[in-house]
């Protein structure tokens, strides 16, 4: 049986929710988390909970020394894994001899064993798979590697991510002004959520993934759910079926979330085909 890892939307829910463990993002040098905390605020959690830390930016050449640096001081506390989008990471990893497991998680290129196999001769461990691909290459993946499996299976996923401030940037040219921390992006009937945050700009599903039905037939590590931008009571019942969920009730429990959110499978049951025209 897989375990369930929450990001949660708020550091209050870092002690009130029953996950297996948490994702927590690290102020400067993450992307696309809810919130971000620092070093000394990390140090101060008190959790039974397994920790991951989120270290998925893209780094420049200017912000290794504080990379190694954060890397060395997660290396003194009980840390599970860090997931990580740049490969300097695991390079570091062996140089620094850091004790804590790495999760390959450069998102859209997860998507295949043969290069999961590649990075688990490297050291790593573990990988977090794409969202972008289906229910049958998530099985074909985890029945040919020895790499233990994430995926998020629940919550708005991102679609993209710049360091441009695309918002503010927009905002200054026109010499508007909003005060809103979420704006949405219209496109063909769909609204998608787009914030801007000092780290730049996320672009995220228009619709919530409820991956519910297919967590059963799949060999999976774990389960990755995000909390952001949802009504925390609701978040706590759809975590408890994901704990909860089998063969008899997967069916009540998918119709259940699609009738509490604006609820899709995304790429789960949807083939991608690339065209060249």
């Not at 890892?5 to 992307?31: C, F, H, Q």
């Not at 691909?133 to 919550?155: H, P």
């Not at 679609?159 to 219209?186: A, G, Q, W």
């Not at 063909?188 to 037939?217: A, H, Q």
Request: hydrophobic letters at 35%.
């Amino acid at each position: 049986m897989y375990k369930t890892i929450v990001i949660p939307s708020n550091k209050e829910m870092i002690n009130n929710i029953s996950s297996d463990a948490i994702l927590l993002g690290i102020k400067d040098l993450s992307v696309n988390m809810p919130f971000y905390i620092t070093l000394d605020e990390l140090k101060k959690i008190k959790t039974k909970k397994e920790i991951f830390i989120s270290l998925n930016k893209n780094f420049n050449n200017g912000e290794l020394e504080v990379l190694k640096k954060t890397l060395l001081e997660l290396n003194d506390l009980d840390i599970k894994g860090v997931f990580f989008y740049d490969i300097s990471i695991v390079n570091l990893k062996e140089k620094l001899n850091l004790k804590y497991d790495l999760v390959w998680n450069q998102e859209h290129m997860t998507t295949n064993y043969l290069t999961v196999n590649y990075w688990l001769n490297k050291g790593v461990n573990y990988t977090c798979l794409s969202n972008e691909i289906t229910t049958r290459e998530i099985k074909e993946i985890t029945q040919n590697t020895k790499s233990k499996i994430i995926i998020q299976m629940f919550g708005y996923v991102p679609i993209m991510n710049s360091k441009r401030h695309l918002i503010n940037n927009y905002l200054k040219e026109f010499n508007l002004k909003n005060k809103s921390k979420i704006n949405y992006i219209e496109k063909e009937g769909n609204k998608y959520p787009i914030i801007d945050s000092e780290n730049g700009t996320v672009v995220y599903t228009s619709k919530i993934l409820n991956g519910i039905k297919d967590v059963i037939d799949t060999d999976l590590e774990y389960i990755l759910l995000n909390s952001f931008m949802i009504d925390e009571s609701k978040f706590k019942e759809v975590l408890e079926m994901f704990k909860t969920v089998n063969n008899e009730n997967k069916n009540e429990y998918y119709e259940k979330i699609n009738n509490m959110f604006n609820a899709d499978t995304l790429f789960l049951h949807k083939e991608t085909i690339y065209k060249v025209k």
